[in-house]
């Protein structure tokens, strides 16, 4: 059965809207502003209609106003109050519980990187790039492939098979105690 919730999409004035007042989420204000300043609002905010609370996009309500949006896209919701603190949690542990093909990030990322204007408005730095453990498809079975990174940092790719990361993994712990700065993942 499908129990549609959403009773109209509209523009509202964002003084009009109450962010929910047990919100337990804390989000990153920045990096919502930097997709604001890049994308716009792409989906709206979902307030129910009976308590004019946020339940989902409590920040992006925030760093609009910040921003100095005097209006936001709202998509309305009708439900209960008891429904609307599921619905408020639910969003949030909803995206707790995903995760990445890392694979597919990493080649989505560096394709990203490569765009004008690089991972401006992402949510992802240089940095987060880097520090992914991402298989990298230039990259074959055994073979080595290393990269300089902006910063001057040197990057080693090593695939190995399962049978022998153990192994190998040990001679870079060892190897790591020979040289100034290895990290071993």
Request: proline share 3%.
């Amino acid at each position: 059965m499908q129990d549609y919730k959403i009773v109209r999409v509209e523009l509202v004035d964002v003084n009009e809207l109450i962010p929910h007042p047990r919100n337990p989420r804390r989000g990153d204000l920045e990096v919502i502003k930097e997709s604001l300043l890049t994308h716009g609002q792409y989906k709206p905010i979902v307030v129910n209609l009976q308590t004019r609370h946020i339940l989902a996009g409590n920040h992006t309500h925030r760093a609009a106003k910040e921003l100095g949006y005097k209006k936001v896209w709202v998509a309305w919701v009708d439900v209960p109050e008891e429904e609307e603190l599921k619905i408020l949690v639910v969003d949030n542990r909803s995206s707790d519980l995903a995760t990445y093909d890392t694979s597919e990030l990493g080649q989505l990322l560096r394709d990203i990187a490569d765009m004008e204007g690089g991972l401006f408005g992402s949510g992802f730095t240089e940095e987060d790039l880097e520090s992914l453990d991402l298989e990298d498809p230039r990259v074959e079975d055994g073979e080595l492939y290393s990269d300089r990174s902006s910063d001057g940092r040197v990057r080693i790719v090593l695939l190995v098979d399962k049978e022998h990361e153990m192994i190998v993994r040990d001679a870079l712990i060892d190897l790591a105690a020979k040289v100034e700065s290895l990290e071993v993942r």
